[in-house]
């Protein structure tokens, strides 16, 4: 039984697949976009709320019949797939016992995710894929005939006890043989082995459920086509301390190299204690009272855009004006504002990049020789100075004020401080001196990645050792440069036959060499 749009009882069961949120089916993102009721199958699905409308009612457990009855969409998010090695089938017979509509919407099940994470191709070239459930009863014996890949669930804490039993049945004590937990997810590990040999490998490992056993000559393909776990930034916890709205793409972009973001307001952005300026300005620019509007941050872009609209004016009243900003990201937040700046630095982008290709004031071909600077309440002087050698006059205009945000959480600070974090990245030399001051500094053995040679300067005056410096002023240039830091010491640990490890699994009786 099933319904598009439920008028009455009705309860979709919804696979939410091996761990990766993003793994979530098509018609599983619909559902719960419908639904009035979810009902969390485990910690691990809360991501998956973001697929929610607002004001969505979350249970972990209960009686969620009683919700469907009283025509509520409910929602009812499985481990993997629902209907494989699960116990929702007696879930989905109470449904309909009781009368009520139901949907199962299948998962990507971990049995062939978790092997294609961990580069084992679950089926290539064998003629059998067989996947079973250790928690019941098992004669190994018919299972070490086996002539493909073997995948075994809930196994793990009998793991070596299996592979004996295998060998016992036949299986050769060379066969190649692979432990995955968390699998999917970035906390995703896997130690390979031989039957043999699992004892001895698995000694120290620490693995617990969920986890996946792999049992076949695909496990050796594994050298060669592992993706996932091999990301430069695998596992990586890198704090980046931003504004809230600065932070979502430089943290998805973080997530694409295999690291887990962590984001800490570190600077809140409000506008001037007094609008008389800016509202002058607003009324200069509309007049034509200058020739150039140079934006130094998309924040400062952000606040003539809402003065703009605060006078029901638009991108046409840019018209007549030249329009510089510092780098790519202002760029954007212009574009995005309808307006192409006539002027980008193509070299270093910051104020004395600027400065460099700026024009100089020429009275037979400049009109007006004035620069509107809509910037910071703490911008530098550097632009001011270096427009006004250039025989530019600027009416430097605060359009906005950054003050230090709140304390994180304990948690977070504690982290910040014992190693807990991988990296942080340091996208301005505000952004140091306020998260020391609301956080504490960085542990010695966390990676230090900043945005260009101002910041790592306020870095180093603070006591941090820089490790790593964009080539370019922009926010994703700095979190390429952290993943080719953090490839080359993933390189560096395979060619010294180490097992690579992140920086906060060094940090007992580590030691940062000072400059």
Request: with cysteine; aromatic share 6%; charged share 20%.
């Amino acid at each position: 039984m099933s319904s598009d749009s439920p008028t009455s009882a009705f309860v979709a069961f919804v696979g939410a697949g091996p761990g990766d949120p993003n793994l979530l089916t098509l018609r599983g993102a619909e559902l719960l976009s419908k639904a009035d009721v979810v009902v969390l199958g485990d910690e691990s699905h809360g991501p998956l709320l973001r697929h929610c409308r607002e004001g969505v009612h979350v249970v972990s457990d209960g009686d969620y019949l009683k919700h469907a009855k009283a025509g509520q969409f409910v929602v009812r998010l499985c481990e993997g797939d629902p209907m494989l090695f699960s116990s929702i089938v007696e879930e989905v017979a109470a449904c309909a016992a009781a009368e009520v509509d139901f949907e199962v919407v299948p998962g990507v099940p971990p049995a062939t995710a978790v092997l294609t994470y961990a580069g084992i191709p679950p089926a290539a070239s064998v003629p059998e894929f067989r996947v079973v459930d250790a928690a019941q009863e098992q004669d190994w014996s018919s299972h070490a005939a086996c002539p493909g890949t073997l995948v075994i669930y809930n196994g793990v804490a009998e793991a070596v006890a299996i592979g004996k039993a295998l060998i016992s049945g036949g299986k050769p004590d060379s066969t190649p043989v692979a432990v995955s937990s968390g699998g999917t997810t970035t906390e995703q590990y896997t130690v390979v082995s031989t039957l043999g040999r699992l004892q001895a490998d698995l000694k120290h490992a620490g693995f617990t459920e969920p986890a996946l056993i792999v049992v076949g000559e695909a496990v050796g393909l594994r050298d060669k086509l592992s993706w996932f776990e091999t990301k430069p930034l695998f596992g990586w916890r890198v704090l980046v301390p931003r504004t809230k709205e600065q932070s979502k793409s430089l943290s998805e972009q973080l997530m694409s190299y295999g690291a887990v973001p962590e984001e800490v307001p570190t600077i809140s952005v409000e506008p001037p204690r007094t609008p008389q300026q800016m509202d002058r300005a607003i009324k200069g620019l509309v007049t034509g009272r200058y020739e150039w509007v140079a934006f130094t941050s998309a924040n400062a872009v952000k606040a003539v855009r809402e003065k703009f609209e605060e006078y029901g004016l638009d991108a046409r009243a840019f018209a007549g004006l030249k329009v510089a900003a510092v780098g790519d990201a202002t760029a954007r937040a212009l574009v995005d504002f309808g307006v192409k700046p006539d002027l980008l630095p193509s070299g270093e982008q910051s104020s004395e990049g600027l400065v460099a290709e700026w024009p100089p004031y020429d009275s037979m071909l400049d009109p007006i020789n004035r620069v509107l600077l809509p910037r910071a309440d703490i911008s530098t002087d550097t632009l001011v100075a270096g427009l006004t050698e250039l025989g530019w006059e600027c009416d430097d205009v605060t359009a906005y004020r950054t003050v230090r945000a709140a304390p994180p959480p304990a948690p977070i600070r504690e982290a910040i401080k014992g190693g807990g974090f991988d990296a942080v990245l340091f996208t301005s030399s505000s952004t140091v001196r306020n998260l020391v001051g609301i956080a504490g500094k960085p542990h010695n053995v966390t990676v230090i990645a900043v945005i260009g040679p101002q910041t790592a300067k306020t870095a180093e005056e603070f006591g941090l050792r820089v490790d790593v410096m964009a080539d370019k002023a922009s926010a994703s240039a700095l979190a390429a440069a952290l993943a080719a830091y953090g490839a080359e010491q993933r390189q560096a640990a395979v060619l010294a036959g180490d097992t690579p490890r992140r920086p906060s699994q060094n940090r007992r009786g580590a030691r940062r060499r000072a400059k």
